[in-house]
């Protein structure tokens, strides 16, 4: 009997160290559940957030040529160099930017050394969908709409050297500041190709004459 009851207790004893291991399993479980990241999604840009939009608006077709852009320090022929992108795109930027190639399919960007919000883009690749390339930028657009503060200054349907093309350009409130966007597109040979630019609305009309070179300058 005696021994009978020594049994007992170190089989409750067991039982109780039993009961108190599952517990602190299920505690931990519940921890590691609750506060465990998210799962991974769609990459989001920093500062994408809900804010006032405008609705895009498409003027008529015309062909796009070159611009006179003003001589300065910035866009003098000496200061650009010639660069080779994707696809077989060709086109330039400013003397002394660094260039990286993006993870993004096509994607290659320029940075300028003195203000790392000027950036410059430039690229090919195929189109992801058979729409349209004003129909699919459209439909873009309005995910581009969301960012804090977005303003529309155009989305409209041009040629470039009798290519199909969208001109688009817009400003939002980025995390650095007020950004100002233009990002023209246009399409040949099965492959969309692009140049684009972003900096400081404080320093834009500078961007824009780099942005207008690029596109001038560029091949196909």
């Known amino acids: 009997m005696p021994v009978r009851g020594q049994l007992g207790s170190k089989g409750l004893a067991a039982a109780v160290f039993a009961a108190n291991l599952v517990g602190c399993a299920l505690v931990g479980t519940t921890w590691v559940v609750l506060n465990q990241p998210p799962e991974p999604g769609p990459p989001v840009e920093p500062g994408l957030a809900l804010g006032n939009t405008t609705t895009a608006v ?28 994707p696809a077989g795109l060709e086109t330039v930027v400013p003397r002394g930017w660094p260039t990286k190639t993006l993870p993004e399919p096509g994607s290659v960007q320029a940075t300028d050394p003195a203000d790392d919000r000027r950036i410059l883009k430039f690229g090919g690749a195929p189109p992801s969908d058979d729409s349209d390339i004003l129909t699919y930028h459209q439909r873009y657009e309005q995910q581009i709409a969301r960012r ?27 995390p650095e500041g007020r950004r100002h966007v233009r990002a023209f597109y246009w399409r040949g040979n099965g492959i969309e190709y692009y140049v684009y630019a972003h900096g400081p609305e404080a320093t834009w009309p500078e ?13 196909p």
């Open 207 to 219: 961007t824009a004459e780099l942005v207008q070179r690029m596109l001038d300058d560029s091949t």
């Open 148 to 174: 804090a503060g977005y303003t529309l200054d155009g989305l409209r349907p041009t040629t470039l050297r009798g290519h199909d093309a969208v001109d688009w350009e817009f400003a939002w409130d980025a």
């Open 58 to 85: 498409t003027a008529p077709r015309s062909e796009m040529t070159p611009a006179e852009t003003p001589t300065t320090a910035e866009t003098a022929p000496d200061a650009l160099i010639r660069v080779s992108g």
